[in-house]
Each structure stands twice: as C-alpha cells, then as structure tokens.
T-cell receptor, first 117, second 109 residues
C-alpha cells in the first residue's frame, strides 16, 4: 500500500511553454502532498506543501507564479511549470502523506525529469 | 532554521564490513529524524525513523540529542545495501522534511 505515481516520468519541452506534472496517491487519500526539486548529484529541496482544497504553501525563494500547484482532490496534486526556461530543467519529485495520520511518513513518487530546450 | 549535514558523499566498504553513515542536524525544536534510501533507478523510500526504534534490513540509527546526530549503522554490509542514503529532519506541524545531501554507499565484494 501507499503508492504514489507521477506522470509523465519524463518530458522535454521548448522554452516558453508550460508543462504540467501530475502526482497521484493510488491507494490512499492524501490530505498533504509535497513537491521537491532535485538537481543532479544534489539533495531534494522542498518547493511547496500542498493541502487539499487550499492554496499551496511555498518555500522561500520559490516563485508562486512560476510553479503553480493545485491540489483539487485527495488523490491528485499537479505542478505546472509556466513559461519554462532551461534553468527549470530538473528532476521533480512529489510525496504524499495519508490523511488523518499526522505522524505518518511521506511516500514518494518516482519523479519526473523535465528538460527545457 | 533546520539543517541536515551528511559529511560523506561517497562511502565505500567491503562486504561484511561494518557501515556507519553519518548525519548531524541543527534544529531548535524537537526533531524527528528519518533515513531514506534510494536504490538504483528506484524511488526514494523510507528506511527507518527514530521514533520507531526498529531495525530495518539490519540497519539501526540512534538519535543522540547531545551530539545532534542520527548516524545509520549496520554491522555487516551486504552487496544489496549499495544505494544512496539520505538523512532527513522532520519539523513543523506539516512535518516538512529537510534532506541532507546524501551519501552514496558502495559495498564491494
């Protein structure tokens, strides 16, 4: 149990276009989802915390208008990279925590590799 | 602000040798510490957390508040232990995780 999927697993886009990444909890309800960014050979950096039905909370230095997060249901959160540029190329990872279990751990998705040309 | 330090980027040991992956943290509140593992081409997965006080795959980790450390240990390394290990600190009501930079463990035959 507690499986998180991401779609797509990789995407290549042109500079200036927008890209949407989906994060789904397949067998549980996730009241909280997290979005991370990972650069090559570096650690995961938390971008934002997403709570179902409310606005996401962004970490310092993360542009809200650049990285749009929507958590419309208990099993789906989306990250849209708007007007993508080459510097947005990275590995984006989401995680989800089960609802009603405040001490539960985070379950991670497999990640999405974004390459902006 | 919270911070997690993993001083070793790469740790290479022989099969059967003891392993210790170091992790130090900085946090003014009451911390919750985790070790996550990422095997080649797989997603990040929880290895253990300090509140569980359990041994997973032969690994243990003890929270030392005096030294602000949470080192991961295993008495006898196995080839299948080769992976990337991340130490993480959970803080705040939403249990946001702050990750260390990771240590690549390589177990050689």
């Amino acid at each position: 149990g507690a499986v998180v999927s991401q779609h797509p697993s990789w995407v290549i886009c042109k500079s200036g276009t927008s890209v949407k990444i989906e994060c789904r909890s397949l067998d549980f309800q996730a009241t909280t989802m997290f979005w991370y960014r990972q650069f090559p050979k570096q650690s995961l950096m938390l971008m934002a915390t997403s709570n179902e039905g409310s606005k996401a909370t962004y970490e310092q230095g993360v542009e809200k208008d650049k990285f749009l997060i929507n958590h419309a249901s208990l099993t789906l959160s989306t990250l849209t990279v708007t007007s993508a540029h080459p510097e947005d190329s990275s590995f984006y990872i989401c995680s989800a925590r089960r609802g009603g279990v405040s001490t539960d751990t985070q379950y991670f998705g497999p990640g999405t590799r974004l390459t902006v040309l | 602000a919270q911070r997690v330090t993993q001083p070793e980027k790469l740790l290479s040991v022989f099969k059967g040798a003891p392993v210790e992956l170091k992790c130090n943290y900085s946090y003014s509140g009451s911390p919750e510490l985790f070790w996550y593992v990422q095997y080649s081409r797989q997603r990040l997965q929880l290895l253990l957390r300090h509140i569980s006080r359990e041994s997973i795959k032969g690994f243990t980790a003890d929270l030392n508040k005096g030294e602000t450390s949470f080192h991961l240990k295993k008495p006898f390394a196995q080839e299948e232990d080769s992976a990337m290990y991340y130490c993480a600190l959970g803080a705040g009501g939403g249990n946001k995780l702050t990750f260390g930079t990771g240590t690549q463990l390589k177990v050689e035959l």
